[in-house]
């Protein structure tokens, strides 16, 4: 899954990142509504972050923005604010959420996984394919009952090539999902992940390679 945090504090904008990393997510960061528009103009993000009281452009005007442009993206709405009135007036914009400051960053992380599968087509919580069972909350992965310890990213690879269903995944959709807008496109690190993957998961192998084109599982 790939975040957007748009948050002026820079301390919470890059705890909440590194928070949400740990949850084996692809996390970018912006500090003002600015850079918030600019990385959404060439980045689809399945969830975006975003608090309000943003400079050099208002978090409510990003998200009116977006919302005008007919953004993909999920948007939950962080405010100083809870009363009622101001949450209508945040949905009223558009967004998609909407959580008060101070959260606990549990309901946060469990907020961003609910609004990222409403990203896509409807999946169920827990997928399951070839013998594997992957449980995104628990970051918990078996293989015909078997646990499966992974790294972060190589549990973001798995859950990108299991909720594609069976439909092949290119090397730069993975790069987009799993990794952030500083992985350099021309490394070999997918290759590599997918060769610990497999091994991970041992025999029949079922991740498989197509040439030119990508991964399918």
């Not at 996390?27 to 528009?37: E, R």
Request: net charge negative.
């Amino acid at each position: 899954m790939r975040v957007l945090v748009v948050e002026d504090e820079r301390v919470l904008a890059d705890a909440i990142a590194t928070g949400l990393r740990r949850e084996a997510m692809a996390v970018d960061v912006a500090y003002d509504g600015g850079g918030a528009l600019e990385r959404t103009s060439y980045i689809d993000y399945d969830v975006i972050v975003l608090d309000r009281d943003l400079p050099v452009v208002h978090g409510d005007e990003v998200c009116r923005r977006l919302v005008e442009g007919r953004t993909a993206s999920r948007i939950l709405m962080l405010t100083a604010s809870g009363d009622v009135d101001d949450k209508v007036e945040g949905l009223g914009l558009g967004a998609d959420d909407y959580l008060a400051k101070p959260f606990v960053f549990i309901e946060l992380v469990a907020r961003v996984r609910a609004l990222g599968r409403r990203s896509a087509p409807a999946l169920p919580p827990v997928l399951e394919r070839a013998g594997i069972r992957l449980d995104p909350g628990k970051r918990l992965v078996e293989r015909d009952g078997r646990e499966v310890v992974l790294t972060k990213k190589e549990f973001a690879v798995l859950e990108e090539l299991m909720r594609a269903e069976g439909a092949v995944v290119s090397q730069e959709d993975l790069l987009d999902k799993a990794w952030d807008e500083n992985i350099d496109p021309f490394t070999n690190v997918v290759r590599v992940t997918m060769m610990t993957l497999r091994k991970k998961l041992g025999e029949p192998q079922v991740i498989e390679t197509v040439p030119g084109v990508g991964y399918k599982l």
